[in-house]
């Protein structure tokens, strides 16, 4: 791990068919927390070098906490994603010791269509991150006012037959 300009990196190698992404976990100002939610998230940038059959990923973390940043490693492989949590401090990473693998299920649908728009009303205060375990791109809700019910609402792009991986970050209690 080295110290940039204005950040931080460091790297993991994925073995073939896994591939790793990492979140930064923000919390919101203490007086904002009563419009905003307490956390988001913020997917890091990497690069990636092939190495045999393995992949290094260097994550960069731009203007990093002094204190440290909570982080969220999950990697996604073969029906199956390891969600574990990190904490990055002065030029040190550590990762929890106790991965959770969560194996995807899939909701089948007797009826064939290519997309489905999945609505909701989105709760502002609570953000939820959805990914395509496939390509392990974040699939973003489009919000819209429902001038009907004058309510904001989601929309969501998904593909039948398909397992998605969703998560958000919230307190214990």
Do not use: H, W
Not at 10 to 35: C, G, H, M
């Amino acid at each position: 791990m080295s110290e940039g300009f204005c950040g931080k990196y460091f790297s993991i190698t994925d073995p073939k068919d896994v591939n790793t992404v990492i979140y930064r976990i923000n919390e919101t100002a203490k007086e904002l927390q009563n419009k905003y939610p307490k956390y988001t998230v913020e997917r890091l940038v990497c690069s990636e070098e092939l190495n045999g059959d393995n992949k290094k990923k260097t994550f960069f973390i731009d203007y990093p906490e002094i204190e440290g940043e909570d982080l969220v490693i999950l990697s996604f492989g073969p029906q199956k994603v390891v969600v574990n949590m990190g904490f990055l401090k002065d030029d040190k990473i550590k990762i929890s010791r106790r991965p959770i693998p969560i194996k995807f299920d899939t909701l089948y649908s007797e009826t064939a269509m290519e997309l489905k728009d999945f609505k909701y009303t989105p709760n502002l205060r609570r953000p939820i991150t959805i990914i395509d375990p496939e390509t392990t791109e974040e699939v973003r809700p489009m919000i819209y006012l429902d001038k009907n019910t004058n309510e904001v609402r989601g929309r969501c792009r998904l593909k039948p037959n398909k397992s998605y991986f969703s998560f958000e970050i919230r307190d214990k209690n």
